[in-house]
């Protein structure tokens, strides 16, 4: 089984250096939020990942959830672990106070998330749908529906998921054919089949709070026509306890890759009787406040996993024995393999990634926090924009990257990589998931380059370049050779975004097929602006801690040199334009 | 179950339009296999691999081998499918008319590795391992042993396996612990244990020959004293029968992210009898032999498998349907995905990778040939040096690519890749052994720059770039779009194994950290080189198949546009050297 240690000297660091948001810091709300608490909820968050939850994950492995008479039991021990995580109140660390929550921003609650993610992503994602709804239900329900149901969630007693997919639409819900009819008190009846529902039906919750998607039985057909619904498990009555149950029946769950031990459901929806959030047809919407934070989430679960097999790569190349280094001081025997020089860039090549991703992902977690609470709308907007910007971004990048990192993890361990023992090639089947669910990564890119770039509010992507642009332009004479270079892929970035925009123009093919290789480049860059403004902290507070520092410098190193070039080649292939791509006859 | 048609327009198009190397053409071996021959051939093996073979893939993942009563069991199907297997004679396909074999090119056996590799890789291993034994035993055993047991291997009855690994010697077999004690007989006493023995035991065969390498009781340590020894199952009679259990039992098979139905197998050898093969001390030249060709091998299981995930994909696209394309003509509901420029993009890099990886395979089974059988010596050996080149090339790169190919075939069947349902995530798994087994595919960058660049024969890959330079000097004015571009590329690797060569004299560390790169940047050119080769042919026979050669054309267009520039970035990356790599203190 992988050991993990979540690795909170990081963190802090960034909690305490890297607050550089002045937007952020004007947040009344979290004035209170001091190093020294969160240092406590972080020291405790490890504790019940490194110790409770770890072990879940070969559980879940070795034993599915499974549907046995119409119920979905979770693997052995999730129930007991479950219940001491909503003991522990870890469900309700980023919730309103008003519901019960302890109010933590998303620049705690993300390391929350990744820690996670690293310990099991099967377990996590029993409560993760749950924040998802609480999210959805608290920004759009009546107060009759928040009263009711938001306390339980927040408490865990009840969770929640999304049900957006059906056999024919996945990507596309303008072709979803569940029905919602209305009935005299005002409530639905919802009727249809959703499939790939996580956490569909489990045995952890007294309660599941479905928020489905539905064409109401009077509404145009096509994404128009599409209004959500809350659906329970088990009808609410009046004073709030659990009644009868709905009409909501398990027809099946999946056998997949990985992610085992999470269920997902094919839920049958009968007559399920449903209650209208938001407005009616404006269903997407509202489920996109739901979808775009959970996106965010889910590149973060890429970097949780990339973060305990980097760990356990690193572990295994310092006790395997192979082969003899170019340098190698032994008179008989082999070399531990960290000496070797390719396994070393194979571990920093993942170091560099993970640590810039989590700066990258705190930068992030300024901008949403500013974005949902900032007083002056116009600062909320702008910061809005950045992270729309940025979602489809950090969903498909680091989802991708976390590919890579398992992948050369299991490589760093050879045969023994690929066997079941070590558990390493489970890092590897449960990230798999991570580029697919919650919009396909082809699916973020083409959200990028049609939706993000700009908006109503102007051309976001010149306003990002030119934010990066400012707050690279430092003085220091020992982060110049970084900043040096980082202008030149920046310039790739504008000039490569420049081409996007005019091909908006001129043929939307290219921009389509040119969308994967313009996340990558966007994606690069913004790794890299993550790391100038560790850089320039390093420098700055550098006599402060000199070993921390000299790693983060010397990791920030490897990325300018080996991991950000391949922005440029993902900008050379994607100019050579689409029309060969698009006559091409496929026989 | 994914659906598997064998590309026999693409192979027979190799074969009668790509033997181009002259000294190939001169071979007296093989001047009556005709195309009339092949294409017989490969028609038939066609047919037992798709309608026979092909079921055995689920078969064997969702029933695993086993070991019961210390006997191993393959997947239910897989004894019936062998029989007829053997009885069609397809282990004998390249081996010696003297033995039985049917005497047939690596040019066209390469293709029915290919096919099978599509078809059931677990199943393929059952008898891939006889092949290279065979080759072991026809170039080094004594004429008695190759009487008494070639026609045996060549006919299926038994079966091979090569016994290397041991628990602390994966890579580094200098530190092999097996021994090997010399009776008064000549015969030798073999004790110790193998790990990862693919197909070390099952139930297809009468007897299972082992070819393992030992340390003679009065050897020296390190790789200088390792012997090879032919160790059966059985232990075989005078006559030849199958006689008494020799001293080898199976500890326990690995439990495996992929290749399920293939028996992997910990060996523990007690005084089991033992034939030295070759001579004492050499047994790992000995062993080199097979390892090279079977390395080889290992390539084209990559391309067999890229070959399916490709199908399946394109398949799927065509019957698929979700979101509207740039200029859909749609009115009401969703085009189909392989109408959307990203997937079309997706489906040619699969494309265009595969049919490059072909060519270049085919290019490299002219030169073994000429390797192995050319009269003139020096013919031979030059051969010889490009194949010892492009080996770790073919088995690196086609593996990769499998992994990438598998990887994004999977993204484009969304979440039903990623169930088990559809088979996709099976061909990711099965592939995933890949690059590691027959020396990681880090192993084989190492061994191409440190090895294979240069050795007592001068500069290969000067010679190699030479020719290839050469050979795409091309008059005709169509193809000097893509001569050009292949020129810029193919000046980086000149530059890159310039660096490399400069490195290797005074920092050998920045020529390890260096090594996977150096590797990619010759593979990308390497397939571009084999795609000016079938472009040549492309425009002179143009108006005999215009829509092949279409084909042909356009998708080696998107080659040198979108796949090719990845050879410059592995260029940039590497060329920033080692010396931050090597002083990282890794923590």
């Known amino acids: 089984m992988p050991s993990y240690t979540a690795p909170l000297e990081d963190m802090m660091f960034l909690f305490e250096k890297l607050r550089d948001n002045k937007n952020y810091n004007e947040l009344e709300k979290y004035k209170e939020v001091s190093s020294d608490l969160v240092k406590d909820i972080l020291e405790e968050a490890a504790k019940i990942n490194q110790n409770l939850i770890l072990p879940l994950a070969k559980a879940g492995d070795e034993n599915p959830a499974v549907l046995e008479n119409g119920v979905v039991r979770t693997p052995p021990g999730y129930k007991e672990a479950y219940k001491k995580y909503i003991e522990d109140g870890w469900t309700s660390l980023s919730c309103d106070p008003k519901y019960g929550g302890q ?78 009819e209305k009935q005299k008190d005002g409530t639905y009846k919802i009727s249809g089949q959703k499939i790939f529902i996580t956490s569909g039906d489990h045995d952890l919750t007294e309660n599941i709070i479905h928020l489905v998607i539905a064409r109401a039985t009077d509404s145009p057909t096509g994404t128009k026509g599409i209004s959500l619904f809350l659906v329970p498990k088990f009808v609410v009555n009046e004073d709030g306890s659990v009644g009868p149950r709905n009409g909501i029946s398990t027809g099946s769950i999946e056998s997949k890759m990985g992610i085992k031990g999470s269920a997902t459901c094919v839920l049958n929806f009968d007559d399920a009787i449903g209650y209208m959030i938001g407005k009616k047809d404006k269903g997407l919407n509202a489920m996109f406040t739901m979808m775009n934070l959970e996106r965010i989430v889910v590149g973060i679960q890429g970097l949780g996993i990339s973060e305990i097999a980097y760990q356990n790569s690193l572990a295994y190349a310092k006790e395997r024995k192979q082969g003899k280094t170019n340098k190698t001081k032994s008179t008989n025997g082999a070399d531990f393999i960290i000496e070797h020089a390719d396994i070393r860039r194979s ?170 290789d313009y996340l990558k480049t966007l994606g690069f860059v913004s790794v890299a602006y993550a790391w100038i403004k560790v850089l320039d902290v390093s420098f700055k507070d550098y006599n402060e801690n000199k070993n921390f520092f000299d790693d983060k410098i010397n990791t920030a190193k490897f990325y300018f040199d080996k991991v950000l070039p391949r922005a440029e080649q993902h900008y050379k292939s994607a100019i050579s334009g689409s029309s060969n791509i698009m006559n091409f006859k496929f026989n």
Not at 130 to 154: F, Q, R, T, W
Not at 420 to 429: A, H, M, N, S, V
Request: hydrophobic share 35%.
């Open 103 to 180: 109010g933590m921003p998303k620049t705690v609650s993300a390391f929350f998330d990744e820690m996670l993610s690293s310990a099991s992503l099967s377990f996590k994602l029993y409560s993760e749908l749950s924040i998802g709804a609480y999210n959805c239900i608290n920004h759009h329900a009546s107060d009759e529906l928040k009263e009711k149901y938001l306390p339980k969630i927040v408490e865990g007693k009840w969770s929640g998921t999304m049900c957006l997919t059906e056999p024919v639409c996945g990507t596309d819900l303008g072709l979803l054919k569940t029905k919602a």
């Open 347 to 516: 571990l920093l090549n993942m170091k560099s990634i993970i640590e810039g991703e989590r700066a990258l992902c705190f930068w992030l977690s300024q901008q949403t926090e500013v974005s949902l609470n900032h007083q002056d709308e116009k600062v909320r907007q702008e910061a809005s924009d950045f992270v729309s910007l940025m979602t489809p971004v950090v969903k498909s990048l680091f989802t991708d990257l976390g590919m890579e990192i398992t992948n050369d993890a299991m490589q760093i361990h050879g045969g023994y990589g690929y066997t079941k023992d070590q558990g390493i090639e489970q890092l590897y089947r449960d990230n798999r998931i991570t580029p697919i669910y919650e919009g396909t990564n082809s699916v973020q890119a083409a959200d990028l380059v049609f939706r993000k770039l700009s908006n109503k509010n102007g051309d976001i992507i010149n306003k990002f370049i030119d934010l990066i642009k400012t707050e690279t332009d430092l003085k220091n004479e020992k982060i110049k050779p970084f900043t040096k270079e980082f202008s030149f892929y920046l310039n790739i970035l504008t000039k490569f975004s420049e081409w996007i925009n005019e091909k908006m123009k001129t043929d939307k093919d290219d921009v389509s097929a040119a969308a994967n």
